[in-house]
């Protein structure tokens, strides 16, 4: 695997289990071995999903909302019990949309927020262009006392062959953080880099990254929906000779902090228990 010069994280990064089409159950057994942090791309899935009266027993869960948001569905995504964070917000308008719903839910303490960069610059991507980060962060920071922002997030262009070098995607987000970090005047360990998905974890970890999305890793391959409007209807694309860990997961399967021993041998050991 090709390496970078880019300064690691100090800690192991944290896995984000995202559960995109996946049932309440691999949820549960993802939680029994010790996961608590979860992650969902579609508000009306995510809403529905937390209504499930087991996984409302899961007091110590935290959402992470990883998927493309409407200002329309912000009430929505707002009412989610545990919500630890919003890592799409990729616009001054967004974020004033979160901060008023988040003040009028009275909650105790600003809702968590990451600013998503379009890195590679593909227009089916989400995400701000890389000169509006500093905008969008003095923005917040002035004017949305309910918010607080934690970190960048990108999603690097699928398919990277490393063997023509590290994934520009995550150097030009490593680079992003160094710019706008020089220009607030804080150093540059108070912000995360949320990169990294099932196909490229390894790399985003070596690029710096300290939060690492990972779905079909874990729990096999998606579920795919028929229809938008009806999320309930999925038609299972899974291949049946190859499970994800989950499904035979058992207590037994489970170490500290977390770590499944069933899960692939790139995954066990990471970390689970950042804040």
Request: glycine share 8%; net charge negative.
């Amino acid at each position: 695997m090709t390496t970078t010069n880019m300064t690691l994280p100090p800690v192991k990064p944290r896995l984000v289990a995202v559960t995109k089409t996946k049932p309440a159950e691999a949820i549960i057994s993802a939680y029994e071995c010790g996961q608590r942090y979860f992650g969902e791309n579609y508000v009306h899935e995510m809403v529905e999903k937390v209504q499930n009266p087991e996984i409302l027993q899961l007091s110590e869960i935290k959402w992470h909302f990883i998927g493309h948001l409407q200002r329309n569905k912000v009430g929505k995504l707002l009412t989610v019990p545990n919500l630890h964070v919003v890592e799409t917000v990729d616009s001054t308008k967004l974020a004033g949309s979160l901060d008023n719903g988040w003040k009028r839910l009275n909650k105790p303490h600003p809702l968590k927020i990451m600013i998503q960069v379009n890195t590679s610059q593909e227009e089916n991507k989400g995400g701000c262009d890389p000169d509006k980060i500093v905008e969008i962060y003095k923005f917040v920071k002035e004017t949305c006392i309910n918010l607080e922002v934690t970190g960048l997030m990108t999603i690097g262009s699928f398919n990277h062959d490393l063997s023509q070098g590290p994934n520009p995607d995550f150097q030009s987000l490593y680079q992003c953080r160094e710019a706008l970090c020089r220009e607030i005047g804080i150093n540059v360990d108070q912000l995360e880099l949320s990169m990294g998905m099932s196909a490229d974890y390894e790399h985003a970890i070596e690029s710096g990254s300290t939060n690492i999305r990972v779905g079909s890793t874990i729990f096999g391959s998606r579920e795919v929906k028929k229809k938008v409007d009806e999320p309930t209807k999925t038609e299972i694309k899974t291949d049946p000779s190859e499970p994800g860990p989950i499904a035979n997961m058992s207590s037994n399967d489970c170490e500290e902090y977390g770590a499944v021993t069933s899960m692939s041998n790139d995954l066990a050991g990471l970390a689970i228990g950042q804040s």
